[in-house]
Every structure is written in C-alpha cells, then in structure tokens.
C-alpha cells in the first residue's frame, strides 16, 4: 500500500496517523497539523493527519457531532495541501464516500461498521486507501473477511487498524497476538493507542479512557511489529468536544514518539543481526 505526499517511508519508522477526535475548526486543526509536521519531520515518521470531519457514533443527543460536513471536509483538505501531507477521515454511509473522497486520501471505517459490506464497497469504489478497524466484537481472524470486501470491489489498498476488544461491558483489551495475525493478511497493520483504552459504556453516558496508558499500549505495539500507529491528541484534551478522556496531550507527543522511534531502531537492529 503507498499513500501520495507520504514523507520518510523508507526511513524504517512506523508510519503515525494522528490529530483530533473531530474538526472543531480551522485554526486548531491548523496548529494541531503544524506541530505534528515538525515532530515528525524531526523523527522521519511517515505521517497522515486524523479528523473525523463528523462523529456519526455518539452516546448522548446532546453530544457533540461536528461543525458541518463540508466546512470540516474543506479544512481536512487545507490542512493536506498546507503541509503536503495525506489526510484520513471516518465515513458511516456509502453515501458519504463519494463525497469524503474529494477532501481526503484515506477513508476510514469505524470498528462497530468493519462488517458493513455497501460501506465497504463504497470506499473501495473511491480508489482511496480504505482503513478498517477491527470491531471490538471481532476476532483478528475475521478481519481476513471484511479486508477481501474491499480487494474484492476492486481496491488492494487496505489497512487493518487494532482497537481492543470488548471485556466486560465497560472495558477493552489489547490482544497482541492479533497483530501479527493480520499482518499474515498482507495488509498493513495499525495500533489504535488511544480508543484501545476507551471505558465505553459509562453511567454518565460519555466516554472514558485511560490516557496515562497510552505510551505503555504504543509501546507493545511497536514491540509486536506494528506498521503504523494512531493516535487521537489535543492541545487541551479536558476541553476537546469529543473523546477527550482518551486522548493525549499534544504536548506530551514529541517525548512519546521519540521513545518509540528508539524501541523499534532497537527492534529492526536485532533483526537484523538475527537474518
């Protein structure tokens, strides 16, 4: 799978798809954008900016669900031709990929959709990268299934994104086996470091998470072979509009991305000692 305007994809990094939960404007998606670049351009990490240009699966009525679809697809476009960095964002109906296709170059299929065989094929339809994450109800295995969705309408360029697993009603869990079980698909895989360790399901009706854990996830998952990482951050996660209980802070990215760029030069320098 090759993404257009993707920096440092030789350098032997794990590629990073991150950013906000959701578009709440121009100027932070903006800043948010600029200060990811300059981390990954000092680190050479192959990056993708994230916004969900709405949020389609919310607990509440009352929660928060965009700004408006063109004016949020119109600023994830902005921030790709800005920095001349691909863009993904997440779509819930066939009808949507069509018209997210124009403003983005990776569509992404949310884990409670990975089964939704008409969004599938819509997405593969685009010519797009398709990213689908994993249901939280499914085993790595089946993910085989929903990724020949997509080969089959004619588009080899899928990604696998990990995102935990159901544990009870209020919890998830990262099986790590399931990593290199997908990668045997033949298609990139991903880590999810934020949603993975999301606390659905909550009384109050809003989300929770663990973000003091997102390193440790990440961390595994570059241990286990990741392809990429995502990663959901903020300038202020407490006042974010949307998953601002599993999100990490924008301050805290550089130091975390260095720490794991340096686990996986350990990693490949062991492997190639090993061949």
Known sequence: MKLDKLKYSDSGNFFLLAGPCVIEGESMAMNIAEKIVSITDKLQIPYVFKGSYRKANRSRLDSFVGIGDEKALKILRK????????????????EEAQMAAQYVDVLQIPAFLCRQTDLLVAAAQTGRVVNIKKGQF???EAMKFAAQKVVDAGNPRVMITERGTTFGYQDLLVDYRGIPVMRKFGFPVVLDATHSLQKPNQASGVTGGMPELIETIARAGVAVGVDGLFMETHPNPSEAKSDGANMLPLALLEGVLTRLVQIR???????????
């Open 79 to 94: 921030v790709g031709e800005t920095y001349g960095i691909p863009v993904v964002t997440d779509i819930h109906t066939a």
């Open 138 to 140: 499914l085993s790595p």
């Open 265 to 275: 030069k350990t990693i490949m320098s062991f492997e190639g000692k090993e061949q």
